[in-house]
């Protein structure tokens, strides 16, 4: 009854991974213009199911003679188990019916039937722990080759696949498969060849008795996938009414403050108590079913039985058949519906498998959109010796092809020259940094570094010559040394300090418990806003990037600590080409040039002085800067 309870949680898991799936699906339809695309999609769905279980099955190809020692130890296993009845007919039939009872015989039957619990049990043994051990390094090396792909998509990707759904393909999907292959395939080697067994034993025993007992098996199949589909609606409909549950209690923990502002306790009391009856409701009829199916199942085992006492009896006191052919038939009978309801049961964690492996395969397949230069093409700039000049020529560019964002910039920076950039949100800030580093592939004009196209130098040399920091640093769990030299061990210690001294952080690195070998925890919480930030600046002296880009990097720091930036980023600077996009104006206004952007392009650029003497939005938004208080200190 637990395989009962546990299987189709697979399945429910997945469809609702396939909804969410969908959705995704839809959103970006709708997006764009290819709806044609789509339902296309869905009739191709049966298809690239069959042929992504047929790749995936892929990855099972080395382990084929394990899975040969599998099924032989399978083989073993279950014919000793199976031995055991035809053992006792032996003993009935050839020796104690015709009155041969000594000891010894005894003891040697004894000893027989030992040695064979034991083979089973070995053998057993030996093919659950192969199968684990095939299934578990299936699944660790779709997980690596899932990750590393993941890893290497281009962001267009994770517009695409949201990260919600990219850690359910790589934990949960995974574990399906995991599962298929520790248990459906068990179950199919194992339960199918005992089926086999059981009924070659029996026509060896008797092929009349035989006969009579394969007539109730279609019964059984039918019955058992009938049921099967009952109980699978009945699960999944207890699901859905659980998480329903839990999001109605969800939503209304979060706005607490909210229903009790709004006096709407009583309220939501009654919506609470109609979706716990309903949840309720479904959990009794999904274990209503659960025993309705397990009795019939046990009912319909039980009329097979007795079907054979009466035929097998019949036979016997009729002395066309001996006493120990019963009894060996009986037990057969018994053990025959076990496997027949493992199978039905692992058929569900099989279709699920296919979703899986589809939505996997899916992943794997999509080819990165942007790539690197082929080597004949790849440009051999090195990131020490670029100066830092950069021009974007003519450069259009849009997530979507229907809605440009970028249109026909021209911009070009000399090396080692600072500029800022303001503007509104949206205004395409980030965007046009995101085209610097290559996240995306712009759709017309160039962007070039010291001349070279971007396009033609490899990513990796590409993010080694532009050094980016947002917002929200990321950091990894490690300790503070690790996350400076980003955990590459090529990069001394005393590097690694030497940059945390430079930006000012040591001060507040010696103030941790376990100084530069404190271990921050995920992301690096603990650690305030700007500490983070710091961190994040020690990490772009130690890889030394030619061209600097802080993206909003000063936006959410409290003013003592974006002094502390600010310094860090003067000593940063020095050298560097380095654009500074942010929304307090002392940030930028220190910069040789200013850019002001509105809805893609460029409206204003001056240095700061001409900009206000210009009298134009940069010099409104510095006289509204002054009036809000926020005008900093000439001196920064
Ligand atoms: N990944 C994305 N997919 C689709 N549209 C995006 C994406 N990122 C940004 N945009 C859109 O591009 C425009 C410019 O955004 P962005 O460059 O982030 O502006 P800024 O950094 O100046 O606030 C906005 O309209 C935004 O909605
Ligand atoms: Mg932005």
Redesign the pocket.
């Known amino acids: 009854m637990s395989d009962t309870d546990e299987n189709p949680k697979h399945t429910n898991h997945n469809s609702k991974n396939h909804n969410s799936k969908r959705t995704d699906h839809s959103d970006n339809s709708s997006h764009s213009d290819n709806s044609a695309v789509k339902s296309e999609a869905s009739t191709k769905d049966h298809h690239s199911k069959r042929a992504s279980f047929k790749e995936m099955m892929g990855y099972a190809k080395p382990h084929r003679w394990a899975f040969a020692g599998i099924f032989f130890c399978s083989l073993l296993g279950i014919s000793a188990d199976l031995l055991q009845p035809y053992l006792v007919k032996i003993a009935i039939d050839d020796h104690l019916a015709v009155g041969q009872t000594s000891t010894l015989f005894l003891v040697k039957l004894a000893a027989v039937f030992l040695g064979l619990a034991v083979i089973s049990f070995i053998f057993t043994y030996i093919q659950n722990n192969l199968l684990q051990h095939v299934g578990q390094s299936i699944v660790s090396r779709i997980r690596k080759d899932l990750f590393r792909h993941i890893s290497k998509m281009s962001?267009?990707f994770f517009?695409r696949f949201h990260i919600g759904s990219l850690v359910t393909n790589v934990s949960s999907d995974t574990e399906t498969i995991s599962s298929f292959f520790t248990q459906v395939l068990l179950s199919l080697i194992r339960d199918g060849m005992m089926l086999v067994l059981i009924i070659f034993f029996m026509f060896q025993l008797d092929p009349m008795l035989a006969s009579y007992s394969l007539i109730i098996l279609p019964v059984i199949a039918v019955v058992a996938a009938l049921f099967r589909r009952r109980l699978r609606s009945a699960y999944q409909n207890a699901r859905t009414r659980l998480s329903r549950l839990i999001a109605f209690t969800a939503e209304n923990l979060s706005g607490m403050f909210l229903i009790q502002a709004f006096h709407q306790e009583d309220e939501q009391k009654k919506r609470f108590k109609e979706q716990n009856a309903l949840h309720l409701e479904a959990n009794i009829t999904q274990a209503r079913s659960n025993v309705i199916f397990n009795r019939t199942f046990d009912i319909l085992g039980n009329a097979a039985l007795v079907m054979m006492v009466w035929l097998g009896g019949r036979a016997v006191l009729g002395e066309s058949l001996q006493v120990g052919v019963l009894y060996a038939f009986i037990s057969y009978i018994r053990q025959f519906f076990q496997p027949i309801n493992q199978i039905t049961m692992q058929w569900n964690t099989f279709q699920s498998t296919t979703v899986s492996m589809d939505r996997i395969w899916n992943i794997l397949n999509t080819r990165p959109e942007v790539h690197d230069p082929s080597p004949d093409q790849a440009s051999p700039l090195e990131s020490q010796h670029v100066m830092g000049q950069i021009d974007f020529n003519d450069v259009s560019f849009g997530?979507?092809a229907d809605?440009p964002?970028i249109q026909h910039m021209n911009l070009h920076l000399y090396p080692g020259e600072m500029v800022g950039i303001v503007?509104?949100?949206?205004?395409?800030?980030?965007?046009?940094i995101?085209l610097l580093n290559r996240f995306y592939d712009v759709n017309q004009g160039n962007i070039q570094i010291d001349g070279t196209d971007i396009r033609h130098i490899p990513q990796a040399a590409l993010h080694r010559i532009v050094g980016l920091i947002q917002q929200e640093p990321f950091l990894f769990s490690g300790t503070i040394i690790d996350n400076v030299r980003m955990f590459r061990e090529d990069i001394t210690r005393e590097q690694a300090i030497e940059a945390c001294r430079f930006v000012g952080a040591d001060g507040m690195i010696s103030r941790l418990p376990q100084g530069y070998d404190t271990r921050l925890s995920e992301r690096g919480s603990g650690l305030s806003a700007g500490e983070r930030q710091l961190i994040s600046f020690a990490r772009i002296v130690v890889f030394q990037p030619r061209i600097l880009i802080l993206?909003?990097a000063t936006a959410n720091l409290d003013s003592h600590t974006e002094q502390l930036v600010q310094h860090a980023l003067e000593s940063v600077s020095q050298g560097r080409t380095t654009i500074v996009?942010a929304h307090r104006l002392s940030t930028v206004m220190h910069a040789d040039r200013i850019l002001v952007?509105e809805q893609?392009s460029i409206v204003e650029e001056g240095s700061h002085q001409e900009l206000v003497a210009s009298q134009g939005v940069y010099a409104d938004l510095y006289q509204h800067a002054r009036e809000a208080g926020q005008q900093p200190s000439k001196s920064g």
């Open positions: 962001m267009s517009d997530y979507k809605r964002i503007g509104t949100t949206g205004a395409g800030k980030s965007t046009l995101s993206d909003e996009i952007m893609g």
